[in-house]
């Protein structure tokens, strides 16, 4: 006969093959989904325990989480959250208990989420990389190349290493886009600073790459 456990269903834990009691936690019978009305972020040096302290302050006010980005930057744990904040819930209060639940040296921000007409170039998504020297100017003039044919970054991330640099980059382009032209000015813009730049739909940088970005790529663009 098999053994119950008394907190409920096990539930496998990541990367283990060994399993855990997990208790669900009930939900208030009152939850609504709701819409955002904050966007917080954290910034803080990175330690063990930053997201479950994080959420646990929030879980504990009944805020709701729609979606959230986190990453590591030399050393540095950063996040973005938008969530809705209960109308009875005091945001100083839920800022000021964030703080101190993560302890010193952590930066806490809470804004008013405000909405508007979201970005769209009813375009394609591109993938764009580049590697070369570390200097000065490189991302200002990489950059501005693409905000001069319309395009908008949807996910960055560079990197510099024993001086050399690396970018790799989503962009939504706009359907009129002069592509040719595009890749000319960035291979012009990336010989005047000694980088090799590559720009790919993004549809075939998946398939010939295994690079994966800090959220899921939508490949229906």
């Known amino acids: 006969m098999t053994d119950r456990n008394p907190l409920g269903p096990e539930k496998l834990t990541e990367g283990s093959n060994k399993s855990i009691a997990i208790r669900p936690r009930q939900q208030s019978s009152n939850f609504t989904m709701r819409t955002p ?7 803080t040096r990175d330690h ?3 997201i479950a302290g994080i959420t ?8 709701q989480l729609f979606e959230l980005s986190q990453t590591v930057v030399w050393e540095y744990f950063t996040i973005i959250l938008v969530i809705n904040v209960p109308k009875d819930v005091n945001t100083e209060k839920l800022n000021a208990d964030i703080f101190h639940n993560l302890g010193s040296g952590v930066a806490v921000t809470l804004v008013p989420y405000q909405t ?31 905000a001069q044919h319309g395009g908008n970054f949807t996910d960055l991330s560079t990197r510099v290493a024993d001086k050399h640099f690396s970018m790799v980059a989503e962009i939504d382009l706009p359907e009129d886009v002069l592509l040719d032209q595009l890749q000319i000015d960035l291979q ?34």
Do not use: C, W
């Open 37 to 43: 009305s904050h966007i917080l972020t954290v910034v």
């Open 188 to 221: 012009h813009a990336g010989a005047e600073v000694g980088l090799q730049v590559r720009l790919q739909h993004n549809r075939l940088f998946v398939a010939t790459n295994e690079i994966a970005f800090r959220r899921v790529i939508d490949d229906t663009k």
């Open 48 to 50: 063990v325990g930053i």
């Open 116 to 146: 508007g007409k979201p970005v769209d170039t009813q375009g394609e998504r591109y993938v764009l990389t580049a590697t070369g020297i570390d200097r000065p100017g490189i991302i200002h003039t990489i950059t501005e190349i693409i």
């Open 56 to 63: 646990g302050v929030l879980d504990k006010a009944e805020v």
